[in-house]
């Protein structure tokens, strides 16, 4: 019979089979609760912290920052609109014309034969091109430095003397004839009378 009207029987129980699962019963709550700490004062910790750091990263900025970028206040841009100032138009003049004019080559004094450096060179002779190193005797179109320079006579070839001589630019000069028949003067330092080969 329950001890109470739609109560459990305690006969119809088996209380040490029914509580074998339960043999180790749970912790009984605390008798003292825990003080809650208020949820503003972490935020205001975490706040004092991410202001220390900032200020501490700002004065090592300001104290490493070269002293001519440390100033107060930013530049500000200016802007200027370029306007046209209209100026009087000059006409252009006109330059003259002038005709290039050919500087003239000195005529070339004759030289008598028999004078000193000539009394072994003479027209109808030969000579040896001499003491020019790599680049040759100047064969030029008119016995002066000035003149045009045909090519460069190696050194060691003979060549036929033609005419000549001629004294311009401090130099005497005889006018030789090439293997090709062309004609040219070249100066008499640089020759060798050699025998007819």
């Known amino acids: 019979m329950p001890d109470k009207p739609g109560g459990v029987n305690d006969k119809d129980i088996d209380w040490e089979q029914d509580l074998r699962p339960f043999t180790r019963l749970p912790r009984a709550p605390r008798e003292t609760p825990r003080q809650a700490t208020p949820a503003w004062i972490p935020a205001l910790v975490s706040v004092a912290l991410v202001l220390l750091v900032c200020g501490a990263a700002a004065s090592f900025v300001?104290?490493?920052?070269?002293?001519?970028?440390?100033?107060?206040?930013?530049?500000?841009?200016?802007?200027?609109?370029?306007?046209?100032?209209?100026?009087?138009?000059?006409?252009?003049?006109?330059?003259?014309?002038?005709?290039?004019?050919?500087?003239?080559?000195?005529?070339?004094?004759?030289?008598?034969?028999?004078?000193?450096?000539?009394?072994?060179?003479?027209?109808?002779?030969?000579?040896?091109?001499?003491?020019?190193?790599?680049?040759?005797?100047?064969?030029?179109?008119?016995?002066?430095?000035?003149?045009?320079?045909?090519?460069g006579l190696p050194e060691g070839n003979v060549y036929e003397v033609v005419g000549g001589p001629a004294n311009a630019s401090d130099l005497i000069w005889w006018q030789l004839k090439d293997t090709d028949g062309v004609t040219g003067w070249g100066a008499a330092s640089y020759m060798q009378p050699v025998a007819k080969p």
């Open 62 to 151: 300001n104290a490493n920052r070269p002293a001519k970028l440390n100033i107060g206040l930013a530049p500000t841009a200016t802007f200027a609109i370029a306007t046209a100032v209209p100026t009087e138009r000059i006409p252009p003049t006109a330059t003259p014309w002038t005709a290039p004019t050919n500087t003239p080559i000195p005529s070339p004094t004759p030289v008598p034969t028999g004078a000193p450096g000539t009394s072994a060179i003479r027209v109808g002779g030969y000579v040896k091109i001499i003491n020019t190193g790599p680049t040759g005797l100047n064969f030029r179109k008119e016995p002066a430095v000035g003149g045009e320079r045909i090519r």
